[in-house]
């Protein structure tokens, strides 16, 4: 499968527990996005990385979110201390910069926190 | 915040006629994309167009755009069954950061067979 691949793709967890996620975009894409999707809503934007270089973070992203991407390759999102209202769907997207702005989601991983 | 809204909420069509979603935004664009969402998956994306294009087709699918209005629709012609799903139209905001998408709450699709 040459997607982008999310893991877990379901996490119950209970809150104050902290959590990590995992993204492998698709390998040619050096732009990788993460949002999350709460029901009934559109994805939110929370951070973007330019190969290994985090360019932007939303205020969506409290300090108890923390996003890497070693080497430009895969990513995760850890959260922290999970509260109840971190519970959604969490997905991440990869692109092609240079003249694609096309975005190629993940399958996403969801969240409950109990 | 969501920088576009798609416009019915809901839509409920039998298959083989034609669904039009709309989409008004509120700042000026590099580019829109329509996305489909089937029930709690990934986003696939469908269509996008340019901000000095007006209309597009891909298959099924018509986009128009209209930027001096801040809408654009999304016309998918003879629907199927499988067309059932959440459709989003996201924006690529002048001025914010390269492939930033605002999406809206969507329009869920039901097609009946």
């Known amino acids: 499968d040459t997607g982008v691949s999310q893991d877990p793709r379901h996490k119950i967890t209970k809150r104050g527990q902290n959590v990590t996620f995992r993204c492998d975009p698709i390998s040619e894409h050096n732009r990788l996005y993460w949002y999350r999707q709460t029901l009934g809503q559109g994805p939110e934007f929370l951070t973007y990385?330019?190969?290994?270089?985090?360019?932007?973070k939303s205020r969506l992203l409290s300090d108890r979110f923390s996003a890497e991407r070693p080497k430009g390759s895969f990513s995760t999102l850890e959260i922290q201390r999970t509260e109840q209202g971190d519970s959604a769907m969490y997905l991440c997207?990869?692109?092609?910069?240079?003249?694609?702005?096309?975005?190629?989601f993940g399958p996403g991983t969801r969240l409950t926190v109990t | 915040s969501q920088q576009g809204e798609e416009d019915p909420q809901a839509l409920s069509i039998q298959e083989g006629e034609n669904a039009t979603m709309n989409c008004s935004y509120k700042?000026?664009?590099?580019?829109l994309q329509w996305y489909r969402q089937n029930s709690g998956r990934g986003l696939v994306h469908l269509i996008l167009?340019?901000?000095?294009?007006r209309e597009k087709h891909s298959g099924r699918l018509r986009v128009t755009l209209d930027t001096s209005k801040k809408s654009s629709s999304l016309l998918i012609t003879a629907s199927r069954a499988a067309d059932t799903a959440s459709y989003f139209c996201a924006t690529d905001v002048s001025g914010s950061t390269l492939g930033r998408l605002y999406f809206g709450r969507g329009t869920q699709l039901t097609v009946w067979p």
């Open positions: 997207a990869s692109s092609l910069s240079q003249n694609s702005y096309e975005q190629y």
């Open positions: 167009i340019r901000s000095n294009e």
């Open positions: 990385f330019q190969n290994e270089a985090q360019l932007e």
């Open positions: 700042t000026s664009i590099n580019n």
